[in-house]
């Protein structure tokens, strides 16, 4: 009789303390993605001020976020990860963005633990800017919290 009520103590605490762990995951994820999504927000809305603007070579890039800037064409006026332009280039956030204006996707490029969002814009002189960046999921959340419970 003991030992029921033993490992039905265990169990209970166990199945409290993992609730407790995916509810302060959840908040953390929640809380982050917001705050990302602000600074990822104002770094886009300061990438197409300064492109506007002809400033874009001065803009400082973080790691992990590339902006190219592309013609009507598909030439490449500007790339922040590259030297030389003048290559064609044209993917499909630039190819949407010339017909729609303002166009943001996401796809899960390296696995459950990051996803690529890309932004595009037209400017009024035509071409269009395109920023990518990556963004941790929940699971690369919960795996770097994993470290702080084991």
């Given at each position: 009789?003991?030992?029921?009520?033993?490992?039905?103590?265990?169990?209970?605490?166990?199945?409290?303390?993992?609730?407790?762990i995916?509810?302060?995951?959840?908040?953390?994820?929640?809380?982050?993605?917001?705050?990302?999504?602000?600074?990822?927000?104002?770094?886009?809305e300061?990438?197409?001020?300064?492109?506007e603007?002809?400033?874009?070579?001065?803009l400082?890039?973080?790691?992990?976020?590339?902006?190219?800037?592309?013609?009507?064409d598909?030439?490449?006026?500007?790339?922040s990860?590259?030297?030389?332009?003048?290559?064609t280039?044209?993917?499909?956030?630039?190819?949407?963005?010339?017909?729609?204006?303002?166009?943001?996707?996401?796809?899960?490029?390296?696995?459950?633990?990051?996803?690529?969002?890309?932004?595009?814009k037209?400017?009024?002189?035509?071409?269009?800017?395109?920023?990518a960046?990556?963004?941790?999921?929940v699971?690369?959340?919960?795996?770097?919290?994993?470290?702080?419970?084991?």
């Open positions: 009789m003991t030992s029921k009520i033993f490992k039905n103590t265990v169990f209970a605490a166990m199945i409290a303390v993992l609730t407790c995916v509810i302060v995951v959840g908040v953390l994820f929640e809380y982050f993605s917001v705050r990302t999504g602000r600074e990822t927000d104002d770094f886009c300061l990438a197409v001020s300064s492109a603007n002809g400033y874009i070579e001065t400082s890039v973080p790691d992990g976020k590339r902006i190219y800037i592309v013609a009507e598909g030439t490449v006026l500007f790339d990860l590259r030297e030389e332009t003048g290559s280039y044209i993917g499909k956030e630039a190819e949407k963005a010339l017909t729609e204006g303002e166009v943001r996707s996401e796809d899960k490029a390296y696995g459950p633990t990051e996803r690529t969002v890309r932004y595009a037209r400017l009024s002189d035509g071409t269009v800017v395109v920023i960046f990556t963004e941790p999921t699971w690369l959340v919960v795996l770097g919290m994993s470290g702080i419970f084991l």
